[in-house]
């Protein structure tokens, strides 16, 4: 097979990969608007508002598990699963610390997934400007914490959200990190998307801001749409190396 005829294939491929994609994906859509035609500022705790808020992230990791296979489930698959895990505690505003928990650990699975062979094509570490971008997430990230602190001061259990929410910000800031250094546009904005959902749930959890009108809204529309992007440069990053290993054999 000439170089022409190669580039044809991998455009069709690409092309058809696409659409088979976004179709399987359209289940996610329609929980997502699930999701946003039901909630209420004044929605109470429950177990249907928990599996509505997390059939969304649920079906992230069904679409990744069909296209990536087992390899995911120690990856991108495991993050969504204990992101879910998460969506339902934080329904519940005493089991916050449990749902931030089952974050942190997502954001781990998430780093760990961006180290590995499938995004190492195309990651660059020794960049100028790449590493720059990982100073000033740190410092954002260390600079959020303190502007924080005293309004985790006040919080009843802040003997244990003091730390933990230290804790979580190098992980997410990490994540983010790690997400730039991929150069997989997908899971580039995937990750900082994320850290823009998290800080704007931080500003109103712990009251740093007044009541927002919409504040929820932001921070769902803003995760779900970081978890779509990292499932989806997840499934990208696969079927490239996939046909990378193609090219060269």
């Known amino acids: 097979m000439d170089i022409l005829e190669t ?5 069709r491929k690409r092309r058809n990969t696409s ?7 359209l289940p996610f859509f329609l929980s997502a608007a699930v999701f ?5 500022p004044d929605s109470t705790a429950s177990i249907t508002s928990a599996g509505v808020k997390s059939a969304p992230t649920l079906l992230l990791a069904a679409v990744v598990l069909s296209w990536n296979g087992g390899q995911s489930v120690l990856g991108v698959v495991g993050g969504l699963l204990f992101s879910a895990v998460g969506d339902c505690c934080l329904v519940w505003p005493e089991l916050f610390l449990h749902g931030m928990g089952a974050f942190a650990v997502a954001h781990l699975l998430y780093s760990f997934t961006f180290l590995s062979s499938r995004y190492t094509a195309h990651s660059s570490s020794s960049s100028f400007w790449t590493r720059s971008l990982y100073l000033i997430l740190f410092m954002v990230g260390g600079g959020f914490y303190v502007y924080i602190y005293p309004f985790l001061q006040k919080a009843p259990n802040s003997d244990t959200l003091l730390p933990a929410v230290g804790v979580y910000i190098v992980l997410i800031v990490l994540m983010g990190s790690l997400a730039i250094r991929t150069r997989n546009v997908a899971t580039l904005l995937g990750g900082l998307t994320f850290m823009v959902s998290d800080v704007s749930l931080a500003l109103q959890v712990f009251k740093v801001t007044a009541p927002m009108e919409h504040g929820n809204a932001l921070v769902m529309v803003t995760y779900y749409l970081a978890q779509l992007l990292i499932a989806v440069g997840d499934v ?3 079927k490239q190396e996939d046909f990378a290993k193609w090219k060269s054999s």
């Open 236 to 238: 990208n990053a696969v």
């Open 7 to 11: 580039d044809a294939y991998d455009r």
């Open 36 to 40: 946003f035609y039901l909630w209420t």
């Open 19 to 25: 659409c088979a994609l976004f179709l399987s994906l």
